[in-house]
């Protein structure tokens, strides 16, 4: 009878077991859902620079109308500091124009901590569309989780054949961008 109960607490025991490390390994992975509007303020600002210069071929005068849908999934975090932690980054998503245009990536992201935040930078390598057909780019990214703000750009092709689309508004300001290089500088000495 001893064994039998025995036998039953390390089954138990086992499937408990099981069950929290399955359930784990789901929550390991984070996901974020972000979406945003083209800043026109800022393709405004930027009309004569070149990295917009293919614009109107690759996204067909619409960037100003557009949307960016993303879904970004964080895994394998690093803590590399008490300010730094680096995630392997996936992304999916489209860029809305006259139709979706898909794309996805995957590269890592940072979150910093400072000043009682977080903000997730960094830029992830990407395979695209657009209306000239299959193509490669980065998506930059900024975003802070506790008040939603977020920047993205979205930068299709390479030199002498770029376009760039600015989603969402910049938010982190100079003293925030300086504290971010000091945090990476202070955790790779």
């Not at 800043?39 to 067909?60: G, Q, R, S, Y």
């Amino acid at each position: 009878m001893k064994t039998k109960w025995l036998t039953l607490g390390c089954v138990l025991l086992l499937v408990l077991t099981g069950t929290t490390f399955i359930m784990g390994a789901d929550q390991d992975n984070q996901k974020i859902k972000l979406d945003a509007d083209a800043n026109v303020e800022a393709l405004n600002a930027l009309t004569n620079n070149p990295i917009l210069k293919e614009n109107d071929k690759k996204f067909n005068k619409l960037e100003k109308k557009s949307n960016i849908k993303i879904q970004l999934t964080l895994e394998d975090q690093q803590s590399i500091s008490n300010n730094l932690v680096d995630y392997k980054a996936n992304v999916k998503g489209n860029i809305k124009l006259d139709k979706a245009y898909p794309f996805e990536g995957d590269g890592n992201l940072q979150l910093y901590n400072f000043d009682g935040r977080e903000v997730y930078y960094g830029a992830i390598d990407l395979k695209m569309k657009n209306i000239k057909g299959n193509d490669e780019g980065v998506l930059s990214l900024r975003y802070e989780p506790k008040t939603d703000k977020l920047d993205i750009s979205i930068t299709s092709g390479a030199m002498g054949d770029t376009a760039m689309i600015p989603f969402g508004k910049p938010f982190l300001t100079l003293d925030d961008l300086n504290q971010i290089d000091q945090i990476k500088e202070d955790a790779f000495k």
